[in-house]
């Protein structure tokens, strides 16, 4: 099992920007960015695929940007135009994949997960 940390969290205004990172102990090629506001359900920010493609939803595609460093097993997230509704804690996690007949891929489960960082966004 990888260790998960992420870093970056933090306050700031409205319209401000934050740069969270994950970083895991052994390489995970499915990683993900999930957040849960205070009284609310987690969501799915960002994935990551076996071929490094990334997505995002709905709810911060254009606002936010995430990126691989793999030589650090390093995924970023960018958050630019940050709004009050993008306050909670976020979460990292991370996968090894899973091996089909012919290839490794990311089902969308992560066994690895990190503490989580609080952002907060006051307007």
């Known amino acids: 099992q990888a260790q998960v940390v992420e870093s970056g969290g933090g306050s700031v205004q409205a319209g401000g920007s934050l740069r969270l990172s994950c970083t895991t102990s052994?390489?995970?090629?499915?990683m993900a960015w999930f957040r849960q506001p205070s009284g609310k359900q987690r969501e799915r920010l960002v994935t990551t695929e076996i071929d490094g493609e990334i997505y995002y939803g709905s709810s911060v595609k254009g606002r936010f940007n995430a990126s691989l460093n793999n030589a650090k097993n390093t995924l970023y997230l960018q958050m630019n135009n940050l709004k009050a509704e993008d306050t909670a804690v976020y979460y990292c996690?991370?996968?090894?994949?899973?091996?089909?007949?012919?290839?490794?891929?990311?089902?969308?489960?992560?066994?690895?997960w990190g503490q989580g960082t609080q952002v907060t966004v006051s307007s």
């Open positions: 996690a991370a996968d090894e994949g899973v091996r089909g007949l012919f290839s490794l891929y990311c089902n969308g489960h992560y066994r690895d």
């Open positions: 052994v390489n995970r090629p499915c």
